[in-house]
């Protein structure tokens, strides 16, 4: 006898929680032959508000832990990650319509990036810092600090390797981050979520919507909570509105890149999140 | 035969109708006999007609009308351990002028404080100290050995005494939730009736009685119920759920069927008597649910400062942040309100 197929519906991932969408809305995600997916949730502006409250909540908490800590919290999501490699490979290969060996190569790169920003967690304060020469028995030092709650337009041409490459930046300076995942292909940025949920990720660090971020992205950048706008992948979206409604309230904008290249790791990703404090303190006299 | 309303009411009345009402005098036994005799309350009923008053859709300009009438029904509130007169300078500063953006934010009813904080309060309100109902920020002192109200009956009323003597407009009192709960009904009616006194002022007017019934502490509707009727019977202006330091504090159905008694007591006697939900109310969605629940229970004319207050504290700044999202059409954050 033949089973019926139980299929997935792929919900939201706001302040540690899987919700619908308030809205009620989902659409339908399909591969790239046509055939029916899963049904996503089409996050409405009042979920983004929602995510921007959890993450206004979470800043506290992510930025007040120590460097160490948080890259040791990153690490275990690549190693979770790692566990869950069959799943991203099947489901980046119904979606995106590649063979397996792409996929792989996809979930490997993803992974190595994580890592990869891990690891600068406890050091990239040390090349973005500097201890400042003084005229005075001071010691003058500059620190990053996370600059709070960034919106990110995620890349809209990967499942899993565009939001990795954008979402783990803003975290490792110890920001909260309202991901907006690739219209076409969101299942893998909800798995992910999954994966997040379970790791020792704070509720509200990390917010997945899912859904148009035509719809989405204005809401986020005109929000006076929101503090930075990645829009890295808003390239087919009315990119300039969003910079300037973005410089109404001041925030830090990273613009659209494109190609296989947007989003490559580098050190300016973080940096770009975070705020400079510079600090003054006596020296000893003797 | 319609009777004064708030403050105004008249001692002697007041007595009397309890009188006439109880059929004998205010204590233990005939009290009793009155307020077990009352219904008993369909709890499931109340719960799930405050949850479908909870499920209207305010929108557009009734939001915004609703943003601004709860903006004037809220008492702002410290009452922390704390409190300095510095602390009150800057609540009545925010009670004047909650959004300093925008000139055309409504003032709050009142600043409810310490009955020693009445003077600094009175002090930094200037003129605009006054009647909520003309456009004035009164000032409420809680009193009565707030919250606990564990105390001899003297010390309670000195300390209410001293509080309308300080120029305190409205006075917060917490029942005595022991001996209501012993069944000591005769006790607790004669306290309210004392406290109620004792706001009289040297020239014949009174002090605004709220009283506070700590429904968090009587534990079930029944006696929520008959809590409030005797707070009404012994001459109380305003029924209060909560004093915000005790957990549940007001709730929706809590405060459904205080609304409900206040309903059927203007029903009876003509006087309206005012509700006060208090604690626990911090956004503005839950606070437009409580408008709801008194436009469709008492009726629209309870939405003005002396028959309906929000006590609250957070709750401003979230009305103010749904303020603004909706003068300027995008989403607030907590850097454009100012901090308490």
């Not at chain 2, 968090?216 to 209060?240: C, H, M, P, Q």
């Not at chain 2, 957990?247 to 003509?270: F, I, K, N, S, Y």
Request: some cysteine; glycine content about 8%.
């Amino acid at each position: 006898m033949s089973r019926l197929a139980v299929p997935k519906t792929y919900k939201l991932y706001i302040g540690g929680a899987f919700p619908r969408s308030e809205s009620g809305r989902t659409y339908e995600v399909v591969s790239a032959s046509g055939a029916f997916l899963a049904n996503a949730a089409k996050a409405s502006r009042k979920d983004a508000r929602d995510a921007v409250v959890a993450a206004r909540a979470a800043v506290a908490g992510w930025g007040g832990a120590t460097a160490y800590n948080r890259g040791q919290v990153l690490y275990r999501i690549a190693e979770l990650l790692e566990g869950r490699r069959a799943q991203f490979v099947a489901e980046i290969e119904e979606a995106e319509g590649v063979t397996r060996a792409v996929a792989s190569a996809q979930v490997d790169e993803a992974i190595d990036r994580w890592v990869w920003y891990a690891g600068w967690a406890d050091k990239f304060a040390q090349v973005a810092g500097n201890a400042n020469p003084v005229a005075g028995p001071y010691f003058n030092i500059s620190v990053p600090e996370p600059t709070g709650v960034v919106a990110v337009i995620v890349p809209q041409d990967s499942s899993l390797l565009g939001f990795v490459s954008t979402v783990a930046p803003a975290l490792v300076a110890g920001n909260a981050v309202v991901a907006v995942a690739s219209e076409r292909f969101p299942l893998s940025a909800i798995s992910l979520a999954e994966v997040l949920a379970t790791s020792d990720v704070p509720k509200g660090v990390v917010n997945v919507l899912t859904g148009s971020p035509a719809e989405i992205a204005p809401w986020l950048a005109s929000h006076a909570d929101v503090n930075a706008l990645d829009l890295v992948g808003a390239g087919d979206l009315d990119w300039i509105s969003l910079e300037i409604e973005a410089a109404d309230t001041l925030k830090r904008v990273l613009r659209p890149e494109q190609g296989p290249d947007a989003a490559a790791p580098a050190l300016g990703r973080i940096s770009a999140f975070t705020e400079t404090k510079t600090v003054w303190h006596t020296k000893s006299l003797r | 035969m319609p009777a004064p309303i708030s403050a105004g009411t008249s001692l002697v009345t007041a007595r009397e109708r309890a009188l006439a009402v109880l059929g004998g005098e205010p204590d233990d036994a005939t009290l009793r006999r009155y307020l077990h005799g009352i219904a008993g309350v369909d709890a499931v009923g109340l719960e799930q007609r405050a949850a479908a008053l909870g499920t209207r859709s305010i929108k557009t300009t009734s939001k915004s009308w609703a943003l601004d009438r709860i903006i004037s029904l809220i008492d702002l509130t410290t009452l922390e351990g704390a409190d300095t007169p510095g602390k009150v300078r800057s609540l009545v500063a925010k009670a004047m002028n909650p959004d300093p953006a925008d000139a055309t934010t409504p003032r709050v009813a009142a600043v409810c404080v310490y009955g020693d904080m009445v003077p600094s309060a009175i002090d930094a309100l200037g003129g605009a100290h006054g009647d909520p109902d003309d456009g004035g920020i009164a000032v409420a002192a809680v009193a009565t050995a707030f919250p606990s109200g564990r105390a001899s009956l003297d010390v309670k009323l000195a300390d209410t005494a001293e509080a309308v003597a300080a120029g305190a407009d409205e006075i917060d009192m917490v029942i005595d939730r022991g001996a209501f709960l012993a069944g000591r009904y005769g006790l607790v009616f004669d306290q309210i009736a004392a406290v109620k006194e004792a706001c009289r002022r040297p020239d014949g007017t009174s002090a605004s009685l709220k009283v506070i019934l700590e429904t968090g502490e009587l534990v079930t509707y029944d006696n929520v119920r008959r809590a409030s009727w005797l707070s009404i019977l012994a001459g109380g202006d305003f029924i209060k759920t909560s004093t915000g330091k005790v957990q549940p504090a007001a709730t929706l159905p809590v405060t459904l069927l205080m609304l409900e008694v206040v309903r059927d007591w203007h029903l009876m006697t003509g006087q309206r008597i005012g509700v006060k939900p208090a604690g626990g109310i911090r956004s503005s969605k839950d606070a437009i649910k409580y408008l709801v629940t008194v436009a469709e229970t008492a009726g629209e004319e309870w939405l003005q400062p002396h028959l309906f207050r929000f006590g609250a504290s957070s709750l401003l700044n979230d009305v103010l942040l749904q303020r603004q999202k909706t003068t300027s059409g995008h989403y607030s954050g907590a850097d454009y309100v100012t901090i308490d």
